[in-house]
């Protein structure tokens, strides 16, 4: 979805550097999330945040951290980065407004811990 | 807890032929399940959910999806597949009440061959 753009597109980085993968949305949406997807794996959540004062951990968030600079910007750093973060990293988005609404993904960032 | 699985890693069919993508959920209350769609080196798409209501759900691209609440089954449908339908299809549950959180499954490939 165009609307919800992610910086990388691909990134190859070493063991033990930091890394920041940003999301920006202009959906206008309040709740924002990141996930990874591994082979075999599906999709899992990382971190997500219900609006800018909250943020809350998904099932795999140890090696992670987020900021939520504003409604529109969600970013997910790894402190010291290892082989086993080499992954796909998703961002979305949810409306608050709405108890079922479906999440709008990003396009993926594709990351390679050497 | 609740969790969807998906049973086949793959699904082969040829153009024309109809398609089902299997979906299996276990849940603690009123089930809200989803469809997405990736294609590749894209984000994931929505196609469908089912909240409540009618037991068998239009989507896009001419998909549909049937909730068996006997089976605890909610099914990927398509009468006619195209080729551009092949794709990896990921089913998901809402992680529980009142959350926009969602629970994936592992995908499943769709390769329709001409």
């Known amino acids: 979805d165009a609307d919800v753009t992610q910086t990388p597109r691909n990134r190859i980085t070493k063991t033990g550097k930091r890394i920041m993968l940003e999301c920006s949305q202009t959906k206008g949406h309040d709740r924002m999330y990141w996930y990874r997807q591994d082979p075999g794996l599906g999709l899992r959540l990382i971190y997500y945040s219900f609006d800018v004062k909250d943020i809350n951990k998904g099932e795999i968030s140890d090696g992670y951290s987020v900021s939520r600079q504003a409604q529109a910007k969600f970013s997910l750093s790894l402190e010291s980065a290892i082989p086993n973060q080499t992954a796909l990293y998703f961002c979305?988005?949810?409306?608050?407004?709405?108890?079922?609404?479906?999440?709008?993904f990003g396009p993926g960032t594709r990351l390679t811990v050497l | 807890a609740q969790s969807v699985a998906q049973p086949e890693d793959q699904v082969n069919v040829a153009e024309g032929n109809p398609l089902t993508v299997k979906c299996t959920y276990s849940?603690?209350?009123?089930?809200?399940l989803f469809w997405y769609v990736q294609y590749p080196n894209r984000g994931l798409q929505f196609l469908l959910k089912?909240?409540?209501?009618?037991?068998l759900v239009k989507g896009s691209y001419g998909f549909e999806a049937e909730f068996n609440k006997s089976q605890t089954s909610f099914h990927l449908k398509k009468p006619s597949a195209l080729v551009s339908d092949s794709a990896l299809y990921f089913c998901a549950v809402r992680s529980g009440y009142n959350t926009d959180k969602l629970i994936f499954g592992t995908g499943t490939r769709l390769q329709v061959f001409p």
């Open positions: 089912y909240i409540t209501g009618d037991n």
């Open positions: 849940v603690s209350g009123n089930p809200y």
């Open positions: 979305a988005t949810s409306d608050l407004s709405g108890k079922f609404n479906e999440q709008f």
